[in-house]
């Protein structure tokens, strides 16, 4: 028979619990606004983790104190992305050639040290929407920390800017306005994008096809006449330091590359919600290529990543 003092512990064990339960549940949206703040999966699982260490560091009664524990995260998450934002900026003037967000595969993103590793829990992946595509996080890049910091709590995860302006540290207003020049950007970047996902896999399986067969007049029809193709090697792999603009321009570095590479495989994944490509090397992806494609069936942007360290999820764990 149960005594009332053990029903006592009993139900303090479950309403801890249940507790407990409800903070790791907020994992998935703290990873997904991260990373979509940061632009880099690494840097999201770290937000994630310094927020719950945060978390865990208060006592028992600074805990119960907080009515809403979930709005609590997210404006620590919120506030460790802007600062981090600001501290981004220096240190990719120092990054070897450009910068591109690290791509995602079509299943991605888990909280570091998340038992069972990469994609185990589904309630650790980034959820994949137009949010999170190379263009839009590109995009992003252009934005000042307070923009995109706005930008993406308002438009794409629909706070309140009352909420918005605490982790802002500026007033709803300002941040209604910074909300606002986020959204120009990001029309005036997307004007002219193909919405159809059908066409986007088609253009891209046919780009894939004509460089496997080195068809230089294939590829130059594919390509917007002012395509702009940019890598990111980091310093870590082999890849153009500038951007590389034109059809014809691009389609003969591409051509040179098939020439000249080691035996290789092209293959169709989807990048960041989108239709893209990877290239595997003895085993190993080596490059992940993300792709902009215009309403008239042309690649206006293609963005590849060399980086090692960003294409940790593209890899065996």
């Known amino acids: 028979m149960t005594t009332p003092s053990e029903q006592v512990q009993r139900q303090a064990d479950e309403q801890r619990d249940a507790g407990l339960s409800a903070i790791m549940s907020e994992r998935r949206h703290l990873l997904n606004l991260a990373y979509r703040l940061l632009g880099s999966l690494a840097d999201a699982e770290d937000v994630v983790q310094e927020t719950y ?5 208060m006592s028992r009664a600074e805990q119960e104190s907080i009515a ?12 460790i992305c802007l600062n981090l934002l600001g501290s981004a900026r220096a240190r990719r003037e120092s990054y070897v050639g450009a910068w591109i967000p690290e791509p995602l595969p079509a299943q991605a993103g888990r909280i570091a040290g998340a038992a069972g590793g990469v994609g185990a829990d589904p309630a650790d992946r980034i959820t994949l929407d137009e949010s999170v595509t190379m263009a839009f996080l590109v995009v992003f890049e252009s934005m000042t920390p307070a923009e995109r910091v706005a930008f993406v709590l308002h438009d794409v995860f629909r706070y309140p800017f009352a909420e918005v302006a605490e982790i802002v540290g500026r007033s709803p207003a300002a941040c209604r306005q910074l909300a606002s020049s986020g959204r120009r950007r990001i029309a005036a970047a997307r004007a002219g994008a193909s919405p159809d996902a059908a066409l986007r896999a088609s253009v891209v399986r046919r ?27 980091g310093g870590r792999a ?25 035996p290789r495989t092209i293959l169709e994944r989807t990048v960041n919600g989108l239709p893209g490509l990877a290239v595997e090397s003895e085993g190993l992806i ?9 309403r008239d069936d042309r690649i ?6 060399r980086n090692p360290d960003k294409l940790r999820p593209w890899r065996p764990s």
């Open 300 to 305: 206006t942007h293609i963005w590849a990543v």
């Open 286 to 294: 080596e490059t992940v290529f993300a792709f902009e494609v215009a």
């Open 68 to 79: 809403s524990p979930g709005a609590w995260l997210t404006t620590v998450a919120g506030r």
């Open 207 to 233: 780009f894939k096809v004509a460089w496997e067969a080195q068809d230089i007049e294939a590829l130059i029809g594919l390509l917007d006449p002012g395509a702009v193709a940019i890598a990111d090697g």
């Open 238 to 262: 082999v890849a153009r330091l500038l951007p590389i603009e034109g059809a014809e321009q691009i389609a003969r570095l591409y051509l040179t590359i098939a020439r000249l590479a080691p």
């Open 53 to 57: 260490a945060r978390w865990y560091v």
